[in-house]
C-alpha cells in the first residue's frame, strides 16, 4: 500500500525557516517524481514543485512564485522527500502536501499534510 | 503562464441531477486535464486524469470530457457523497489549478 506521511509544519515567524519531511512507503520510490504541493485555507491548491527521479538524475523544478527561497531534495536510502523553506511569508501559510507523480496520469497519492503558519 | 477558470464557483443540485463543472484554458493545454475531489479535511483525491480517463476505483457516474481549452467533468447521477470541492489542473505546461467548485445538496 502507498502511503506517503508528512511532518515538520508548525508555527513560524515571517523571515524564518522551515523544513518539511515525507516519509513513502509501498512504493519502488526512486522510480517516481515526487512533488510539493501546498493549499492556503479555503482556496486551491498550488503547485510547488517537483523533483525527478532517477532515471531522470534526481533534478528539481519550481514554481516561479516559490523559486530561489524553497529547495526540494530527497533521500532514496530512507525513502524521504523534503522540503526546505526559507526567508517565510505570511503568505506561506497553507497545508502542504507531498505526492507521487503519476508519469502524466495525475496525483493518485497525496499524504495527508502537514500545516505551516507564518505568523508573529 | 497558463490560466485556469473554473465554473461555476458554487453549485446546489439535489440527488439524482446531472452536474457539469468547467474549466477554460487560457491556451491549448491538449489532454492534459485533471479532476480532483476534496471533501473537507482530507487531501484532494483524483478523479479522472488527461481530460477523460477515469482513474481506479472511481465511479463511472464522474466522467470528463473536452480538448484545447474548454474541458467538463459531468457527475450523471449526483449521490450524496459526491458533496465536496472540485478542482481542475492543468499539466500541459507547468501546473495550475483551476479555483474550486463547491457542490451542495439542494
Known amino acids: 500500500e502507498v502511503k506517503l506521511l508528512e511532518s515538520g509544519g508548525g508555527l513560524v515567524q515571517p523571515g524564518g525557516s522551515m523544513r518539511l519531511s515525507c516519509a513513502a512507503s509501498g512504493f519502488t520510490f526512486t522510480d517516481f517524481y515526487m512533488y510539493w504541493i501546498r493549499q492556503p485555507a479555503g482556496k486551491a491548491p498550488e503547485w510547488l514543485g517537483f523533483?525527478?527521479?532517477?532515471?531522470?538524475?534526481?533534478?528539481?523544478e519550481y514554481n516561479p512564485s516559490v523559486k530561489g527561497r524553497f529547495t526540494i531534495s530527497r533521500d532514496n536510502t530512507q525513502n524521504m522527500l523534503y522540503l526546505q523553506m526559507n526567508t517565510l511569508r505570511a503568505e506561506d501559510t497553507a497545508t502542504y502536501y507531498c505526492a507521487r507523480g503519476g508519469h502524466r496520469r495525475g496525483f493518485a497519492y497525496w499524504g495527508q499534510g502537514t500545516l505551516v503558519t507564518v505568523s508573529s | 503562464d497558463i490560466q485556469m477558470t473554473q465554473s461555476p464557483s458554487f453549485l446546489s443540485a439535489s440527488v439524482g441531477d446531472r452536474v457539469t463543472i468547467n474549466c477554460k484554458a487560457s491556451?491549448?493545454?491538449?489532454?492534459?486535464l485533471d479532476w480532483y475531489q476534496q471533501k473537507l479535511g482530507e487531501a484532494p483525491k483524483l478523479l479522472i486524469y488527461?481530460?477523460?480517463s477515469l482513474h481506479t476505483g472511481i465511479p463511472s457516474r464522474f466522467s470528463g470530457s473536452g480538448s484545447g481549452t474548454d474541458f467538463t467533468l459531468t457527475i450523471s447521477s449526483l449521490q450524496p457523497e459526491d458533496v465536496a470541492t472540485y478542482f481542475c489542473?492543468?499539466?500541459?505546461?507547468?501546473?495550475?489549478f483551476g479555483a474550486g467548485t463547491k457542490l451542495e445538496l439542494k
Open positions: 489542473l492543468q499539466h500541459n505546461s507547468g501546473y495550475t
Open positions: 523533483i525527478r527521479n532517477k532515471a531522470n538524475g534526481y533534478t528539481t
Open positions: 491556451q491549448n493545454i491538449n489532454k492534459y
Open positions: 488527461n481530460t477523460n
